[in-house]
């Protein structure tokens, strides 16, 4: 994970107001609602990220087996910083928008009236590279196979410098003068551009618009209140958003054009309820469900560890599934653990930020279940079989995560295996092995590196887990 160096200073704060309290006998299984030293334990969670600066606004969200147990807000959502947040904020959801889409696209496969497996020639007969289109199906638009380059690398430029919303035919010639980076279905590499086509797609087989569908699909079976930015950027109970740059906290301007690959905006108290709807059979079915969370996985049997838009993974041992939204730094998390029945909501109004909604969102569910963050020191297994993971390892480049190979190397008297860039004349990073291929790493300790294997049993690529869930590139050995 990487974010701002001031976030020391939060490590402290946070060890001091949150994690000296004695931890709680309880396990989150047996608590109808939070006891009060877990919600003093989240309350300084918020207090300490907000009081550290570099930030807006936060909101924070907790439901149990459909209730909302905790939802309370730190700071403010106007450049003035006079408007307290409050629970009927809308915050952007950036990515976590890819989510519900993809839960729009499985309900219109429930209804036939699309297959994941169809083409993209099919389902967009004007798509204006047709080699692509004949090669690229749905279910490669939601799970980042489909080996398209990122709109946003060049659209998202584009309109910063002149603030013209991008036409379908700005969208088209970009895919038209792209080459894929790999052909589809055969690796992984995070990608706005498969969203914003299944937007499309969903308002192409159905006649209607995206606005449309989300209010049928999403909002009226379940009496949530997700809705486009273009809908609510003048509402006075939408949050402000901002960047934080050079010590200062700048007001930046909605961006109402996207849609799809982001857009959406939603309470804190909606967004946490909206995995207990998602899972239970009330928008989608339980085995559609199960299905937008299963890895999406290769023919040699690797595991991308990312569903269809769905970022799946484990957070100190429990099974967890959700997605994050933002840019430079995480802006809206929504984590949900099935077999706990807690889903958690963190939503922050600045970019750019200490406050990184997934850090802030990790410490939150530490405190939900009653642990501490985890001391890999004491966690590691130092005998282990080290020369199955060396090597080099490859990627593709990638607007948020940056390009670069990695190696996995060991030193002489030192069990410890250590990831380093490919060429670097550094030491590399130490990982500390915990079992299962899994391994962390001292910076962020609720972080995983975990290896996969292919269907021979031999390691074969890395994925990268930031607090739980699955997000980073996709490294090939």
């Known amino acids: 994970m990487n974010i701002h160096k001031p976030l020391l200073f939060v490590f402290l704060l946070l060890v001091i107001l949150v994690f000296a309290c004695k931890e709680t006998n309880e396990t989150p299984h047996s608590l109808p609602s939070l006891q009060p030293d877990i919600i003093h334990k989240i309350d300084s969670i918020g207090q300490a990220f907000h009081g550290a600066g570099g930030v807006m606004g936060i909101r924070i969200a907790v439901a149990k087996q459909g209730e909302i147990v905790y939802n309370n807000g730190f700071g403010y959502i106007d450049p003035e910083g006079s408007i307290p947040v409050t629970a009927e904020n809308y915050f952007l959801l950036a990515s976590v928008s890819k989510l519900v889409g993809s839960a729009m696209v499985h309900k219109l496969v429930e209804e036939k009236q699309l297959s994941l497996d169809q083409t993209l020639q099919e389902l967009l007969p004007d798509f204006p590279n047709e080699d692509q289109g004949r090669k690229i199906l749905l279910k490669h638009l939601l799970s980042h196979t489909s080996g398209l380059k990122d709109y946003a690398d060049v659209i998202d430029s584009v309109y910063q410098e002149t603030r013209i919303d991008p036409t379908l035919e700005d969208y088209y010639h970009f895919f038209q003068a792209h080459e894929l980076d790999f052909e589809p279905g055969t690796s992984y590499n995070y990608s706005n551009s498969g969203f914003i086509l299944m937007a499309m797609i969903i308002e192409k087989v159905t006649g209607n618009t995206f606005e449309n ?245 031999n390691v074969a690529a890395f994925n990268t887990y930031w607090n739980g869930l699955r997000k980073g590139r996709f490294y090939r050995k």
């Open 213 to 457: 569908e989300l209010d049928r699909i999403i909002n009226q079976p379940t009496g949530l209140r997700l809705k486009l930015i273009a809908e609510r950027a003048s509402d006075e109970r939408t949050s402000s958003i901002f960047e934080f740059e050079k010590d200062s906290l700048i007001h930046i301007p909605h961006w109402t054009w996207i849609k799809g690959d982001g857009g959406m905006t939603a309470t804190s108290g909606d967004l946490v309820l909206f995995p207990f709807y998602w899972s239970d059979g009330t928008i989608i079915s339980e085995t559609s469900f199960e299905d937008m969370c299963t890895p999406y996985r290769f023919n040699d049997g690797v595991s991308t560890g990312y569903g269809m838009a769905v970022r799946t993974g484990e957070f100190e041992g429990e099974f967890c599934v959700g997605h994050t939204g933002g840019n430079r730094t995480t802006m809206a998390v929504m984590k949900y653990y099935p077999e706990l029945k807690t889903s958690v909501a963190v939503m922050v109004n600045t970019d750019n930020t200490p406050a990184d909604a997934l850090l802030v969102e990790g410490y939150v569910s530490l405190a939900l279940q009653g642990k501490q963050s985890p001391n890999l020191e004491q966690m590691e297994i130092t005998d282990f079989d080290a020369d199955q993971y060396l090597g080099e390892y490859q990627t593709y480049k990638n607007r948020y995560y940056g390009s670069g190979n990695q190696s996995m190397v060991q030193y002489p008297d030192d069990p410890h295996l250590y990831r380093k860039r490919s060429g670097s004349d550094s030491k590399g990073q130490k990982l500390f092995f915990l079992g299962d291929h899994s391994f962390g790493y001292e910076s962020f300790p609720m972080d995983r590196l975990i290896f996969e294997t292919d269907t021979s049993g």
